[in-house]
């Protein structure tokens, strides 16, 4: 027999694509009911998981073949250089490089860590690095916060 104060249970049982949850079990009048829910949990594919899906498919309609272009679009916007092309085109480029000289795309490939696929936050993040002013004020607040807590 169960207790009469019986705590509601979140038992989650999950299979890679369906989770199925047991959301109340109560005892009422003698009786144990319990509530279960299933719920479809959609896994997201990678890019090219989706590329290759939409190239499969035989009967492309105009529509999958705006899929397939914004896919590809996307994949392509993801490599190094098109990154650094768009981080040199960018307004605010003068701005987080200060007063040095723009790297050349080797000196920033250089730089950049080994990924799959890259962002725009990336390529700012490595353009900062180029920022030797930046750099030396932030190494300068880095020894003078460890000479203050001795």
């Given at each position: 027999m169960?207790?009469?104060n019986?705590?509601?249970?979140?038992?989650?049982?999950?299979t890679?694509n369906?989770?199925?949850?047991?959301?109340n079990?109560?005892?009422?009048a003698?009786?144990?009911t319990t509530?279960?829910?299933?719920?479809?949990?959609?896994?997201?594919?990678?890019?090219?998981?989706r590329?290759?899906?939409l190239?499969s498919?035989?009967?492309?309609?105009?529509?999958?073949?705006?899929?397939?272009?914004?896919?590809?679009?996307?994949?392509?916007n993801?490599?190094?250089?098109?990154?650094?092309?768009?981080?040199?085109?960018?307004?605010?480029?003068?701005?987080?490089?200060?007063?040095?000289?723009?790297?050349?795309f080797?000196?920033?490939a250089a730089?950049?860590p080994t990924?799959?696929?890259y962002s725009?936050?990336?390529a700012?993040?490595c353009?900062?690095?180029?920022?030797?002013?930046?750099?030396?004020?932030?190494?300068?607040k880095?020894?003078?916060?460890k000479?203050?807590?001795?």
């Amino acid at each position: 027999m169960q207790p009469n104060n019986m705590k509601t249970s979140n038992k989650n049982t999950a299979t890679p694509n369906k989770v199925t949850k047991v959301l109340n079990t109560k005892k009422l009048a003698g009786k144990v009911t319990t509530e279960i829910v299933s719920n479809e949990v959609k896994v997201k594919k990678t890019l090219q998981e989706r590329q290759s899906e939409l190239l499969s498919n035989a009967n492309k309609s105009a529509f999958d073949f705006i899929k397939l272009a914004n896919v590809t679009d996307k994949i392509e916007n993801k490599s190094i250089s098109k990154v650094f092309a768009n981080v040199m085109n960018s307004q605010y480029v003068f701005d987080i490089i200060g007063t040095d000289t723009l790297p050349t795309f080797k000196d920033f490939a250089a730089k950049m860590p080994t990924k799959e696929a890259y962002s725009n936050w990336d390529a700012y993040k490595c353009l900062l690095t180029f920022n030797t002013a930046y750099q030396l004020a932030k190494k300068v607040k880095k020894q003078n916060k460890k000479v203050a807590a001795i």
